[in-house]
C-alpha cells in the first residue's frame, strides 16, 4: 500500500507543473536590432533578466520569444550607446516587434552630444490573407521610396516614413520578388506561403540604408 501511495505521489508531483504550465497564457516578443552606434552586441532585458547571455548581433532577427501575459519592461543595451527602455503589454497569442536603433542626441549646454537607444514597437492588427508587404523605416532619412515587381514584370511603388509603415499587396507566387529601396536594388524577398513578409530599412554606421525582412501572418501597425 506504501509503494502505491508514493507512486501516486510522485506522479501527481510530476502532473501538477504540466497542467499549470498548459494553463499559462501569453504572447510573443520578436527583437530586430537595428542598433548600428556603440560597440559588442546588443542586451535584451525583460523584467530585469537577461534574454540571451550572448546577446544580438546587428541586423539579427529572433523568432517570437514567450511571455506570460501582462505589463514586461523593455531594456535594450549596447556599449557606447545610452540604453532605451520601453514598456510593453503582452496579449494572448500576439507578438510585440520591437526594433531598437540608435539615435543622435544634440549636444546641450549641460551635456555633449552622444547617442541613444530608441525602441520603435510594433503590434499585429487583422489577420491577413494572401500575400502582402509591409515596409517599415528606423532610417534617418524622412520618406524613402520602396517598390516591388511583381510575376508580370510590373514594378508598384509606396512612399515609407520615418518610423512608420506603409503596406502593399505583394502579387508574387514563387521564387524571389525584387524590390528597389531608394532606387538601389536590395536583397529580393524569398516567397513561401500566404503572409505578410516585413521588410525593416535602417541605416548602417555610416549611414547607408540597409534593409532586412522577416515573415508575420498579420498586418503590422507603429505601436
Not at 43 to 69: C, H, M, W
Not at 107 to 131: C, H, N, V, W
Amino acid at each position: 500500500m506504501k509503494t502505491i501511495s508514493k507512486g501516486i505521489f510522485i506522479l501527481a508531483l510530476t502532473v501538477t507543473p504540466i497542467i499549470a504550465q498548459s494553463k499559462k497564457t501569453g504572447g510573443f516578443i520578436r527583437l530586430v536590432n537595428a542598433v548600428a552606434m556603440g560597440t559588442g552586441q546588443v542586451t535584451l532585458l525583460i523584467d530585469g533578466e537577461n534574454v540571451r547571455a550572448k546577446g544580438y548581433k546587428f541586423g539579427d532577427v529572433t523568432g517570437g520569444i514567450f511571455q506570460p501575459s501582462g505589463p514586461r519592461k523593455i531594456s535594450i543595451k549596447r556599449e557606447g550607446v545610452e540604453e532605451g527602455v520601453t514598456t510593453v503589454n503582452i496579449d494572448k497569442d500576439q507578438t510585440v516587434t520591437l526594433i531598437p536603433f540608435s539615435e543622435k542626441v544634440p549636444a546641450t549646454d549641460a551635456k555633449p552630444a552622444f547617442y541613444k537607444i530608441m525602441i520603435l514597437r510594433l503590434r499585429q492588427t487583422s489577420p491577413e490573407s494572401g500575400r502582402t508587404v509591409t515596409f517599415v523605416s528606423v532610417s534617418g532619412i524622412p520618406e524613402i521610396k520602396a517598390d516591388v515587381q511583381s510575376e508580370d514584370g510590373k514594378w508598384a511603388s509606396v512612399t515609407v516614413k520615418r518610423l512608420g509603415v506603409a503596406n502593399m499587396p505583394l502579387n508574387y507566387s514563387q521564387g524571389y520578388a525584387p524590390v528597389k529601396v531608394a532606387g538601389t536594388a536590395v536583397t529580393p524577398i524569398p516567397i513561401g506561403g500566404d503572409g505578410n513578409y516585413v521588410m525593416v530599412l535602417y541605416d548602417d554606421a555610416e549611414g547607408k540604408i540597409q534593409s532586412l525582412y522577416f515573415r508575420d501572418f498579420k498586418f503590422l501597425s507603429a505601436d
